[in-house]
């Protein structure tokens, strides 16, 4: 990384706490700080300016990639910065790059706002665990964290499958072997086929993606190991109907059953803006897999999840907008946010009233 207007680029975007970098042809680089764009001061960046960027940073290897598949994620290491998730996309015949700054640390449950539950989902022995939400909702700094755990606390081998690798794991208590798309595996397919080979104890995959990654995840937690697993789908609810919806026929009713046997929770995510503007509010559903869930699942009844959860409630299960709610209680979001982030508005407007 030898331009030195893109180094100071990326230095300017930790010194302003940023947690991406936006360069994008025709405007000025764009910060994201606190969930909201900030252009920066200066001329707009040009199309050959951002193509020498790009064969600045990308090895040979990864610039054929980019030519043929037209897009490209890949991890960087700076010398500020240090580790950098860096996307490339094509637009109007140009490059053009997104940068999420990982960090290197790894925060505690506390500072993250996750639920205590969470740390009982990690150490489960074996099972399947989702995490899902948005784009830039902290799921992969809630499945390091978790990582993390297991690796401070469980004599065992984690294996992980990323694209790219955005944390890097020391060995504590556990052997961590991390793997980037790319670098060191073809696919994720190849990769998860190829894992199961290599003695694991926990299995990390940065996304389940199509039917093959979501079968050989399911077999794999229902022989023994953990797996843990991201998901893009706005909700619990939705994740499941996903993952079942891949399928059809006799293959669908194998994957549900599979489901029901090894699922031991999902926890879907939202980063919402706290009330000072100054930083961001985690927001989650968490379902654990009681006896109830399991037989839900079991009879593809999903749309009767949202109740479960509800009087899940003494057993550390969480709806969203309950969530919303008590963050609102609790002034750390607006009234605002909260509903206009609510499944079902009309929920939080009662509770509103209830507590008033």
């Known amino acids: 990384?030898?331009?030195?207007?893109?180094?100071?680029?990326?230095?300017?975007?930790?010194?302003?706490?940023?947690s991406d970098l936006h360069l994008v042809a025709g405007v000025p680089p764009a910060f994201r700080v606190n969930g909201e764009i900030i252009l920066a001061d200066g001329d707009a960046l040009s199309g050959?300016?951002?193509?020498?960027?790009?064969?600045?940073?990308?090895?040979?290897?990864?610039?054929?990639?980019?030519?043929?598949?037209?897009?490209?994620?890949?991890?960087?290491?700076?010398?500020?910065?240090?580790?950098?998730?860096?996307?490339?996309?094509?637009?109007?015949?140009?490059?053009?790059?997104?940068?999420?700054?990982?960090g290197e640390r790894i925060p505690q449950r506390e500072e993250l706002g996750l639920p205590e539950r969470v740390d009982e989902l990690a150490r489960r022995p074996n099972?399947?665990?989702?995490?899902?939400?948005?784009?830039?909702a902290g799921k992969t700094t809630t499945l390091n964290y978790m990582v993390d755990l297991i690796n401070s606390?469980?004599?065992?081998?984690?294996?992980?499958?990323?694209d790219p690798i955005e944390f890097v794991h020391g060995n504590k208590r556990a052997i961590v072997v991390q793997q980037e798309v790319l670098s060191d595996v073809r696919s994720f397919n190849r990769a998860l086929m190829h894992v199961l080979r290599q003695d694991p104890d926990?299995?990390?995959?940065?996304?389940?993606?199509?039917?093959?990654?979501?079968?050989?995840?399911?077999?794999?937690?229902?022989?023994?190991?953990?797996?843990?697993a991201t998901l893009h789908s706005p909700s619990v609810s939705?994740?499941?109907?996903?993952?079942v919806g891949v399928f059809e026929g006799a293959v669908q009713r194998q994957t549900v059953l599979q489901?029901?046997?090894?699922?031991?929770?999902?926890?879907?995510?939202?980063?919402?803006?706290?009330?000072?503007?100054?930083?961001?509010v985690l927001a989650y559903e968490l379902l654990l897999a009681?006896?109830?869930?399991?037989?839900i699942i079991r009879e593809n009844q999903l749309h009767l999840l949202d109740n479960v959860i509800h009087t899940g409630r003494k057993d550390g299960m969480v709806l969203m907008d309950n969530c919303l709610h008590d963050l609102y209680v609790k002034c750390q979001i607006s009234y605002d946010v909260a509903a206009g982030h609510a499944r079902h508005p009309e929920m939080v407007i009662r509770q509103r009233q209830d507590s008033t």
């Open 290 to 295: 009681t006896g109830a869930v399991r037989n």
């Open 48 to 102: 050959e300016e951002l193509a020498v960027f790009m064969r600045d940073l990308l090895t040979d290897e990864q610039r054929q990639s980019f030519d043929r598949d037209w897009e490209l994620c890949v991890s960087v290491l700076h010398p500020v910065a240090g580790r950098i998730r860096a996307t490339f996309y094509r637009r109007n015949g140009f490059p053009e790059m997104s940068f999420r700054f990982c």
């Open 153 to 162: 606390e469980r004599r065992c081998k984690i294996v992980t499958i990323e």
């Open 202 to 228: 926990v299995i990390v995959v940065g996304e389940i993606r199509d039917p093959e990654a979501i079968a050989t995840a399911l077999t794999a937690a229902e022989t023994g190991h953990l797996v843990l």
């Open 238 to 243: 939705h994740a499941l109907e996903r993952i």
């Open 1 to 18: 990384m030898n331009h030195p207007k893109l180094h100071a680029l990326l230095s300017a975007a930790v010194s302003h706490e940023a």
């Open 259 to 280: 489901l029901a046997n090894s699922l031991q929770g999902i926890i879907a995510q939202e980063l919402l803006p706290a009330v000072q503007r100054n930083r961001r």
């Open 127 to 136: 099972g399947l665990i989702l995490i899902t939400g948005p784009t830039g």
